[in-house]
């Protein structure tokens, strides 16, 4: 019952000019180093009875070589369902991808969750399944849903649509084969691969060049095994508080801050971007998840396997005082 769907609904193309999914990229590459713009060379190419080895050479001869822009120019839209709260953390990890989520504010968790085959019958199973009875539990008792939520364990069933180009998820299939990464998220980003390499096979084949990591931007790794850095800031600094680290600004004068604040004046907005602020602070999963979905800022994250060591959670205050805080804590 509700098993996962991976669906690709929809990506860049025009049928009635016959650009497919791989045209965009293919013939903007060819008007890099032509005279005429891509959509004349596009016009040309498909009348060509070689075009699918061209756009084999031209990939090759490009993104191949690690020419990554090529590939931000093939755009993919997936309706995902009955995927892991986990795949999520994973999908929006990657700071150039886009989603729009099922919210548990509004919505309740009935898919129930996902449960590998080697916890079957062990204690990881009955405690999720408890989990689950005490979110009933506390949905009965009109506990706010926003909080009720907080409950229920990473492999809880949501859904998601995403849109991202070819470099992003070829970013989130490399991110997807680092150690410790769960078998239902590595499943995930597999079936979205999958699923693109169907309608642009000669674009989404590995060429050693196009899976590079310094050409990807950096994503928060809330699955690796160890974060050093970050482990050594908490050992330094601790987690009972926010901590500025640093912070560093370029020469603004107040009025040109006021100009850009209060007149929405952009050149000077700009100018904002390169006052950096840096904070360590702690936060709840939940907490974490939405600014990393909704791109509130570059973060980097100590990794779920020594935030667990740690033991420190969050309960809500609508839950604090209450017959469930008990249970709740018991669960954390």
């Not at 075009?51 to 020419?67: L, M, N, P, V």
């Not at 309706?79 to 929006?92: G, M, P, W, Y």
């Not at 600094?237 to 004046?265: H, T």
Request: aromatic share 10%; charged share 25%; proline share 4%.
């Amino acid at each position: 019952m509700y098993e996962k769907k991976v669906k690709l609904v929809a990506w860049l193309q025009n049928p009635e000019e016959k650009w497919d999914a791989e045209n965009s990229a293919s013939c903007g590459a060819r008007a890099c180093v032509r005279e005429k713009d891509s959509y004349e060379i596009h016009k040309q190419e498909i009348a060509r009875p070689d075009y699918e080895k061209r756009k084999e050479s031209i990939f090759r001869e490009t993104s191949g070589r690690g020419h990554g822009a090529v590939l931000n120019q093939s755009c993919f839209l997936f309706s995902i369902d009955n995927l892991t709260r986990a795949s999520t953390f994973l999908l929006c990890s990657s700071e150039y991808a886009q989603h729009l989520q099922q919210s548990l504010r509004w919505t309740t968790a009935e898919r129930g969750f996902y449960l590998p085959k080697s916890l079957i019958g062990t204690a990881a199973e009955r405690i999720m399944k408890s989990q689950f009875e005490l979110y009933s539990e506390m949905q009965k008792a009109e506990i706010p849903s926003e909080d009720t939520r907080f409950i229920l364990p990473l492999y809880t069933k949501t859904t998601i649509q995403t849109l991202l180009n070819a470099r992003e998820l070829m970013h989130l299939d490399s991110m997807s084969n680092e150690q410790n990464i769960p078998s239902e998220v590595k499943d995930t980003i597999k079936q979205m691969m999958d699923e693109a390499k169907k309608i642009a096979p000669h674009l989404m084949k590995n060429r050693d060049k196009n899976y590079e990591k310094l050409a990807w931007f950096p994503s928060s790794q809330l699955f690796a095994p160890i974060n050093s850095t970050m482990d050594d800031l908490i050992y330094k600094f601790g987690l009972e508080k926010i901590i500025l680290i640093d912070s560093s600004k370029i020469p603004m004068k107040q009025e040109a801050i006021r100009k850009a604040i209060e007149e929405r004046d952009e050149a000077e907005l700009a100018n904002l971007k390169h006052y950096h602020f840096t904070f360590l602070m702690p936060m709840s999963l939940t907490a974490f998840h939405q600014a990393t979905r909704q791109r509130t800022w570059n973060q980097s994250v100590q990794s779920l396997e020594s935030a667990v060591e740690y033991g420190n959670f969050v309960i809500p205050p609508s839950i604090k005082g209450t017959d469930f805080e008990p249970y709740y804590k018991f669960f954390k």
